[in-house]
């Protein structure tokens, strides 16, 4: 049973995790001290060193962290065991930006991390997106041989798909200060996700005609 | 004149700005210090400070640069004096692709640093963006006048044409290391930039038929 003491210790973890996520969106993952960590989430620094041994470990932590949620989602959407690949395809794209939408500091971090060439980068992150990309090419194979599916280069639609699940994450000062919109707005954000799903319709799928939300 | 002295100079410049964006995209700029682009560019540090002042100006004058050329790109699209919206499109489109796979590990550099909260963001780059917002918007007021666009919503088009310009720059390692494509190989990015076109015709052209490349 997790006591006060446990409820305690993930509070701190907790907070330890935010503070990062916040300074290394600001500063850069390498622009940030241990210390400056420890002293946004007002915690002894020791406490890092308990949980995550240092900076690095904290970082593949919450990287693990947004990677683990993520699958889910996919797991989530094929345990609902659909038959339509289009269907799938559409529940998917909405699971994800929904999940990235409840995290969004975090999906923020995590697509800005994976653009650096790193360790983490050639190891731990194509682990997971190796298990993304492998749920997309059944999808897509299966929609395209029962010609629910137009016929698409599977690297061009990747990119673009992935592209498209990360703007509105990733680019929140564009958003904010050219085109000035609040970047985690409903309504900016549902009018994105409509159009995302239109370009489903126009570049992948044969058949008219949208599954209601 | 620029004799035997200034070549010099401009090859040390360059030396220094290709070691910097190389260390950049790999350590970040925070985790690279004067002394590492010194290094790899085979330079003294001195030269640094004499062309660049410190590692602040030299970011500077490498995101500048970028969009010095990038807007170049737009005002170059229309000194053509194009009549037709949806020409001037998918002109500006292939140029600015164009542009970036010529400069990638620039592109790549520039679009890594804008996903980060920083004074260089607030300041410089959003008076660049903006020039490139209008233009759009100009474009996109045009068109949708004229009835050869649809009408869109303005940030969510723009927030996709973004993220379609620049996934195949950004995402390099997820490229290469999940989907195993060379990023730079012409036949990508050729049926890449196929692929923007096709989601231009439908989301936004309200005429069918591509304009020839």
Redesign the interface.
Known sequence: MKGWRGMKESRTKQSIIDAAITLF????????SVRDIAGRAKVNAANISYYFTNKQGLLEYIVTQFLDGYIRVLEQVLAQHLTSPKETMLLTVRALLRYQSENRYLT?FF??E?????VL??EL??LY??R??QYFQVLLRTGMESGEFHKV????????L???L???Y??T???S???Y?IPSDPL?LG??AK??E??LE??LFRTAGLVPS
Not at 114 to 118: A, F, N, R
């Open positions: 969106n600001t500063k850069g993952y390498a622009g940030t923020r697509y800005r994976i653009s650096l060439d790193s980068n050639r992150v194509p997106l190796s993304e990309r280069s599977f690297s061009v639609f990747m990119v673009q992935k592209a498209m990360q703007a509105p990733l680019h000062q564009y958003i200060e050219v085109l919109t900016f009018g994105y159009e995302v239109k370009w126009h570049t």
